[in-house]
Every structure is written in structure tokens, then in C-alpha cells.
């Protein structure tokens, strides 16, 4: 099972920061947050992953809480094409564990 | 650097049927993954394949197995096909071990009537 919690949906204006929560309070410490997104009946995209301190990549920011229980990823301008379904996934950097997906949060990018 | 590819796209199948789908990873890439998407079950894990053996099993029956070649390049196959087996197969590659980024193909998209 899904050891993260997102929202079903969400809507953002476009040009606006996007912003996708995550729960995962019972993260453990060697374990990282991943994010992908799936845009309609693609395969899912790599976003960005981190540990314990934000990242920035050039699609978006991940920010985490200090105790690692939540997340959030940051889209600074959203456009038309960011609308997909966003997974928030935890994984242990080791071992050969695959990829969980919940069922993430459909973002929806509003003119 | 191409991405991952999947072949054939779209594939349409009767039911008692088996089918193979085919996958090559990114350049450089030793291991291969296959998922199953469904709009019931979401995106579940099959099979994990790298240096041509496998090294993770998803919980799915014996009528999905999978091979990989020394190439890299790996086949899933599913016999006796099902309605229920109708979904997007999608294909990750990495490039060796699991602290490495999986980067998905398009997927095949299987339909069996």
C-alpha cells in the first residue's frame, strides 16, 4: 500500500505557483520522497526527489517539513501543460523496493 | 539521450490469447521494470529485471512472466489473456541500482475483448 496521503484534486490559475501537498507521517529515516507526474495516458515523468532538505530542480521546488512527516511540491509558474496527476511515493534509497503509487492528486491548470 | 521505448503502442487481443510487449530501456540502462496501470487498481508493480534475471516480483499470477536479453532489452508476456488484463503496461528503466531515477516509456495500451 501507498504510504502517502494527497489530495483527490486541485485547481490552479495559470501563471500561478502550484502548490501539491503530501503526507507521509510515517516515513522512515531512510527513506525518500519521490515525485512523478502522469499526463493524460502517458507514462509518469520524473519531478524531483529529496531527502530531509529542499530541492530545486528545474521543473519545481520540494520542500520538507523538519520532521519529514509532510512535503510539498511547488510548481513557481503553472501552465496549461502541467495539468496531469501528480504521486508523492516514498522509497528507501536501497534495496531493490519498486516504485508504490497511490492515487495522487489531479492538478488541473485553469486559464 | 532517447528515451525509454515501448512496442508496440496499442494492441487489441480476445480473450485465451497471450500477448508479448516489448521494452528498451535509455541507453546505458541495466534495469528494466514493468507496471500495470488500471483505473480500478492504479499503477501496481510487476517485475523487476536487470543483467537478464530477475530480481523483484510484484503480486501478480503466473500468466505474467517476463524475460530481459543481454542487451537490456526486455519482453513481458501474458498468456491466457483476461478482460480484466485490459490496461496500460508500462515500461521504467535505471541505470543500475536502486538509488538510481526509473524513467518511464509511454506504455502499451492493451485491450482485450
Known amino acids: 500500500d501507498a504510504k502517502t496521503t494527497q489530495p483527490p484534486s486541485m485547481d490552479c490559475a495559470e501563471g500561478r505557483a502550484a502548490n501539491l501537498p503530501c503526507n507521509h507521517s510515517t516515513i522512515s529515516g531512510n527513506e525518500y520522497v519521490y515525485w512523478y507526474r502522469q499526463i493524460h495516458s502517458q507514462g509518469p515523468q520524473y519531478i524531483i526527489h529529496g531527502l530531509k532538505n529542499n530541492e530545486t530542480n528545474e521543473m519545481a521546488s520540494l520542500i520538507i517539513t523538519e520532521d519529514r512527516k509532510s512535503s510539498t511540491l511547488i510548481l513557481p509558474h503553472a501552465t496549461l501543460r502541467d495539468t496531469a496527476v501528480y504521486y508523492c511515493?516514498?522509497?528507501?534509497?536501497?534495496?531493490?523496493?519498486?516504485?508504490?503509487f497511490g492515487k495522487g492528486t489531479r492538478l488541473s491548470v485553469i486559464a | 539521450k532517447a528515451g525509454v521505448t515501448q512496442t508496440p503502442r496499442y494492441l487489441i487481443k480476445t480473450r485465451g490469447q497471450q500477448v508479448t510487449l516489448s521494452c528498451s530501456p535509455i541507453?546505458?540502462?541495466?534495469?528494466v521494470s514493468w507496471y500495470q496501470q488500471t483505473p480500478g487498481q492504479g499503477l501496481q508493480f510487476l517485475f523487476e529485471?536487470?543483467?537478464?534475471?530477475?530480481?523483484n516480483k510484484g503480486n501478480f499470477p503466473g500468466r505474467f512472466s517476463g524475460r530481459q536479453f543481454s542487451n537490456s532489452r526486455s519482453e513481458m508476456n501474458v498468456s491466457t489473456l483476461e478482460l480484466g488484463d485490459s490496461a496500460l503496461y508500462l515500461c521504467?528503466?535505471?541505470?543500475?541500482?536502486?538509488?538510481?531515477?526509473?524513467?518511464f516509456g509511454p506504455g502499451t495500451r492493451l485491450t482485450v475483448l
Open positions: 521504467a528503466s535505471r541505470v543500475a541500482t536502486s538509488t538510481d531515477t526509473q524513467y
Open positions: 529485471y536487470f543483467s537478464e534475471t530477475q530480481r
Open positions: 541507453s546505458g540502462h541495466r534495469s
Open positions: 511515493i516514498v522509497r528507501v534509497h536501497s534495496g531493490n523496493t519498486p516504485l508504490v
